[in-house]
C-alpha cells in the first residue's frame, strides 16, 4: 500500500475556546496521507500526547509558542515510526518522539523530532511521559527551580499525575521528605502505595489546612505548584524560611482574562524570604540529553514508576484535555492511534 | 556632670497598631539616663533613623524580628558617640552607628554597635542612610536577589526615597538603564535630576499603565518592588522573559491583617519565566563590610548622591513613620537628637 492511498485521520482545531478546549473545539476529520518531501521523514504515529498546557498553546494570548491556527492540526508530542524516509540520517523502522500532532501520519521535517529512541528497554510510550515532557519537567523543575537540599519537605500539588508522581520520587531521590496532594482518596493512595510519597493529601476531603499542618509540621521548603489558586493560597502560609515555588501550571485556574483574583503573595515572600518563579521546560532543550539519561537510569532501576492512562483511537482525542482538567485520568494521558 | 544626673528622654511604644503606626501609639516619657554595666558602653545619640519597616517591629504578628514590646522604647539604629565606655575595645570619642533605639542616650553590649566609623571623609548621618540599612538593602537586592546586567532596565518604585535612589544609581553604575516610580513632580524631577535615572514615572499623575509602556518600551527586567499594590500589578504585566522581581516592601499596603487581595500573579511567572523573591537585608550581615566598601567608594567619588530629610528633636519622632507612609520626605528619613 503506498503512503497515498492511505486515509490520514486528523483532529484539527474548530474554534477557539475561552478556558479550557473541550469537545467541541476539535473535529476529527480525514485527509490523504502525505508523502515525505525531499529532507522529510513519514511517521506513523502509535501514540499521542495528551497535556494541561495544550491550554495555553490554542489560546489565541500571547504566550510562550505561537498559537495552534484554526483548521489546524492540533499540536502534540506523539511517539511511532518511521515508515518512508528522505533523509539520510533515518530509515524506516526507526523509533521516534517528535512534535508530529493528533493525526495518523505525519510528513516532518527531521527538526520535528525530539528524540531518536535508541533504549528499547524502555517502551515507547514512556518517552512522551516520564522520558517526555512530563518526566523533563519534573526533573528540571525541580531540581533547577527548585533546589531541594537533602532533609527538606517538597509539596506537590496534582500528585498522581504524570509530573507530580515524578517530583515527589525524585525529590524522594535527593533525601527530601516528599508530600503530595490529589484530589480523592484513590489519587492519594496512588501517592503513598505506588509512588512512595511520605504523605498525601486530598484536597477534596475539606480542611486542608489542618492537612497540610498535620502533613508538614515544619512548614514546606519546596511546593512544585501544578495548580494555583485555593491549594496554593493555602500552602503559601506554610512556607518556611528561604522556600522556593517552582510555578509549572495553573490547572485550577479556568481562565486568566480577566485575571482572577487572590491572596497578595508579597508578604508570605518578604518574610519568608521566599521566591516564587515561573519555568518552562522547552527552555531547557539543550540539557534534555542529560536529563534524559538520569530519568531512564530511574526508570530502568525501578527508582521512579510511572502510570499510563492509555485512551484508545483518535476520536477520543478531542475530549481528551477537558477530561485531564476534569482530574479522571490516573497517571500520563495517552491516546493509542497504531498498535503493531 | 555625671550620667546619672542626666535626664534621658525616651519615645516607647504605648499601644500596637493596627497597620501603620501613627503618633497616637507612642509616647514621650523621660528617664534617668543610664550608667554603662561590666562590658557595656554609654551612647549619645546624635541621629535616629526612621524606616518603613518599623510597622513590621511594632505589628504583633509574626515577623522577621521580635515585636517591641508595649512600654519599651522604639527599636531603631541610631548614630552617635561613646561618651563611657566599659569596654576594653571603646572608648569615650568613639563615634559609632548600632541598635540603641529612640532616646537620648544607650547603654548597650557592644553587640547593639552595628558599626564602628572610622572613615570620616563621610558625615556620620549617611551611615544610617546610604551606608546603613538602606544603602546595603539597595545593595544586596538589586545585585544578589535582582542580578542586573548591563543594558537591562531596573524599574524601582518610591524611587526619590532612600533605599530607590540608591537602587537608580547602583542600577546606572552596573550599565543598566533605571527607571523610577515616584509620588508627585518633586519627587520625579528629583529621580532624574539628582540621582540620574534615565526616567521617571509620577504614579499619582494617573495613567500609569500608558506612562510605563512609555518608560520602558521593551518591558521590564529587573522590578524592585517598595510598594506592591496597584503600582506592581501595572508592573507585572509588563515583564520580560526571564525577569526578577525584588519584594523589598509594601509600601502601599496599609495592612495585612486579612491579607488583601489582587491579581494573580502565576501566569505572569509562568509565561515570562519570572521570579518574584522576597529578601531581607538582616540575612546579609556577614556581608556587610564588603557592600559599606563599595558604597563608601562611590558615595566619596561622588557616583552616589543622597539626601537627607533631617526632623529636629526627638519629639518629631513618634509622628515620623506615618509621615513616611504619606509620602513626605525627601530622602532618608532621621531624627537628629543631638548637635555637636
Known amino acids: 500500500m503506498s503512503a497515498s492511498s492511505r486515509i490520514n485521520r486528523q ?17 476529527l476529520i480525514e485527509t490523504a496521507a502525505p508523502e515525505p518531501a525531499e529532507g522529510q521523514i513519514l511517521v506513523r504515529n502509535e501514540f499521542l500526547s495528551v497535556e494541561p498546557a ?27 515510526q518511521v515508515i518512508a524516509s528522505r533523509h539520510p540520517d533515518y530509515r524506516a523502522g526507526d523509533a521516534v518522539c517528535g512534535w508530529f500532532g493528533w493525526q495518523d501520519y505525519a510528513a516532518v521535517p527531521v527538526s520535528a523530532v525530539d528524540t531518536r529512541i535508541t533504549d528499547d ?26 533546589q531541594p537540599k537533602p532533609g ?9 499525575g504524570s509530573v507530580g508522581s515524578c517530583v515527589g520520587q525524585i525529590a524522594k531521590l535527593m533525601g527530601c521528605r516528599a508530600v503530595g496532594i490529589a484530589g480523592g482518596p484513590v489519587k492519594t493512595a496512588q501517592c503513598t502505595d505506588a509512588f512512595g510519597f511520605d504523605a498525601a493529601i486530598d484536597y477534596k476531603a475539606g480542611n486542608l489546612e489542618a492537612a497540610l499542618d498535620a502533613a508538614c509540621p515544619e512548614g514546606i521548603d519546596v511546593y512544585f505548584d501544578n495548580t494555583s489558586g485555593a491549594i496554593s493560597d493555602a500552602v503559601l502560609s506554610r512556607l518556611r524560611v528561604g522556600a522556593r515555588v517552582v510555578i509549572c501550571g495553573t490547572a485550577s485556574i479556568g481562565n486568566w482574562d480577566p485575571f482572577p483574583q ?16 515561573g519555568f518552562i521546560v522547552l527552555d531547557y532543550q539543550a540539557r534534555y540529553p542529560q536529563a534524559r539519561a538520569a530519568l531512564s537510569h530511574w526508570v530502568h532501576e525501578g527508582w521512579i514508576r510511572h502510570q499510563e492512562d492509555i485512551l484508545e483511537g483518535l476520536e477520543s482525542a478531542p ?15 495517552l491516546i493509542r492511534v497504531h498498535q503493531d
Chains 1, 2 share one sequence.
Open 152 to 160: 527538606e519537605t517538597v509539596l506537590v500539588s496534582t500528585a498522581a
Open 11 to 27: 483532529v484539527v482545531l474548530k474554534a477557539r475556546p475561552q478556558g479550557i478546549p473541550q469537545a467541541e473545539h476539535f473535529e
Open 54 to 80: 495544550m491550554r495555553g498553546w490554542v489560546n489565541a494570548a500571547a504566550n510562550y509558542s505561537e498559537p495552534v491556527p484554526i483548521g489546524g492540526v492540533m499540536r502534540s508530542l506523539a511517539a511511532g
Open 121 to 146: 528497554r524502555i517502551r515507547l510510550s514512556a518517552w512522551l511521559g516520564v522520558l517526555g515532557l512530563n518526566g523533563l519537567t519534573a526533573y528540571f523543575g525541580l531540581l533547577d527551580v527548585g
Open 262 to 277: 487572590g491572596p497578595r503573595v508579597e508578604r508570605h515572600l518578604l518574610v519568608k524570604r521566599a521566591r516564587m518563579q
Open 319 to 333: 475530549d481528551a484535555i477537558a477530561g485531564l482538567y476534569r482530574g479522571e485520568n490516573l497517571g500520563k494521558r
